[in-house]
């Protein structure tokens, strides 16, 4: 099975999405794996991926497609795989289904996990960070046992730049205008799948196990 997840920024997809690899024993894959593989291994795509990264440009489109492309072509996809935060926008897909379509290979399901935004602005604000040892908590959910201290090194826990209420609302700006039309991009192909993100992680994950079958 072939699966794409989609979701807002803390909706909470890569969780699922290491979850579903791990059930059906296919590899999650996320652009940045590929990416960080394949400028380690030097290979060729990986080289041209370094020059943008390296004057700190975005990877052109037709890169990345043809960089995931030779990824699930690899042995371990044979049964599937779980593409991670990959296609972001209509272009992307287009040129990702395009690139299957001459492997006459294609997606079975896009899941999007769906969070209303007021939720995950909560739910983002709410983290702590140790910097010292790299520990994570949340107020709510997982909070340290003396409150702003890490139960591991006794450091300060702080609320990191990129989960401020403000950092957020912009990146979801930026989500809902670029990657929410990939959902009625999928749903015209009849592979869109939806599940109700605001449940506990672990019903979340029963909602997909149903859709994709035991």
């Known amino acids: 099975m ?19 690899a791990e059930k059906y024993t296919i590899p999650h894959i996320s652009t940045g794996d590929i990416f960080r593989a394949n ?33 699930v072509q690899q042995d371990d996809c044979a049964n599937g795989y779980v593409l991670d935060g990959f296609p972001r926008t209509i272009p992307q897909a287009e040129s990702l289904d395009a690139a299957l379509a001459k492997l006459n290979d294609k997606v079975d399901y896009a899941i999007n996990v769906e969070v209303p935004d007021e939720n995950i602005i909560k739910r983002m ?54 990657t929410q039309p990939l959902i009625d991009y999928y749903n015209g192909k009849n592979i869109l799948k939806e599940v109700d993100g605001t449940q506990d992680m672990s019903d979340v994950f029963n909602d997909i196990v149903k859709i994709l079958g035991e």
Not at 2 to 20: D, E, H, V, W, Y
Not at 49 to 67: H, N
């Open 125 to 178: 604000s709410g983290r702590r960070a140790c910097l010292s040892c790299g520990a994570t908590y949340h107020i709510e959910h997982i909070p340290p046992k003396v409150e702003g201290v890490c139960d591991t090194c006794g450091k300060e826990l702080v609320l990191r730049d990129d989960d401020k209420p403000e950092t957020v609302k912009k990146r979801l700006d930026v989500y809902h205008e670029q």
């Open 2 to 20: 072939k699966i794409i997840m989609l979701g807002a920024p803390g909706a909470g997809k890569g969780t699922q999405a290491k979850r579903i």
């Open 39 to 71: 400028i380690k291994e030097g290979t060729e795509l990986g080289k041209k991926a370094k020059t943008y990264m390296d004057q700190g440009l975005l990877v052109p489109d037709e890169l990345v497609v043809d960089l995931v492309v030779d990824r």
